[in-house]
Structure formats: C-alpha cells, structure tokens
C-alpha cells in the first residue's frame, strides 16, 4: 500500500500523521489554479519545520500549498478553507491504545 492510499484514508476524518504530513510534497505552481481542489487548513507548529497553509489535490496527488502562496493567488482564485485538518504528533500517534 502507497502513502498516498494511507494519505487519502487519514484525511477522510479530518486528521492526519505528522510523519504521513512530512512527506506531502509542496505545490509551488502548477498549469491551472483552478483544477486545485482545497481539502482543508492546516496549522501546525511541528519539531522540525512549521505547517501554515492548506492540503490540496492535484492531478489525483496530494500537495501542500503555503499561506504566501495562497495570499498570492487570492486576487485570482477564491479559496475555500473552512475545514481544518488537525495534525496528530508522532508522539501521541505511538502511544499504545487501551
């Protein structure tokens, strides 16, 4: 099974990995803005690298745009960012269920 399967499964309840969140490649351009499909906002202050922006699909691919990218296109694109997709820490992630 390929992390994109685990990718789309985590995020059907709103929730995904930190580990599954450091590997979303960052989508910095792309040929039609509008073909971008918003799945959710995520904020998110990780150990090594911070999250501010939003999970989006792509060409059947997941993506992580930036909040500067997305300030930069608002002019031209309307962006609808209501969900908010919470990060699950690795640390809590690994905790043995009860």
Request: proline share 4%.
């Amino acid at each position: 099974m390929d992390w994109e399967t685990l990718l789309s499964r985590g995020l059907t309840d709103g929730k995904i990995r930190e580990l599954h969140l450091y590997k979303v490649p960052v989508l910095k351009t792309c040929d039609n803005w509008s073909a971008v499909k918003e799945l959710g906002r995520v904020d998110f202050k990780g150990k090594h690298s911070d999250y501010h922006g939003a999970l989006v699909k792509y060409a059947e691919k997941f993506y992580f745009v930036t909040d500067a990218r997305i300030e930069a296109l608002a002019p031209y694109r309307k962006w609808d960012l209501k969900k908010k997709i919470s990060v699950i820490p690795e640390a809590e992630a690994k905790k043995p269920s009860k």
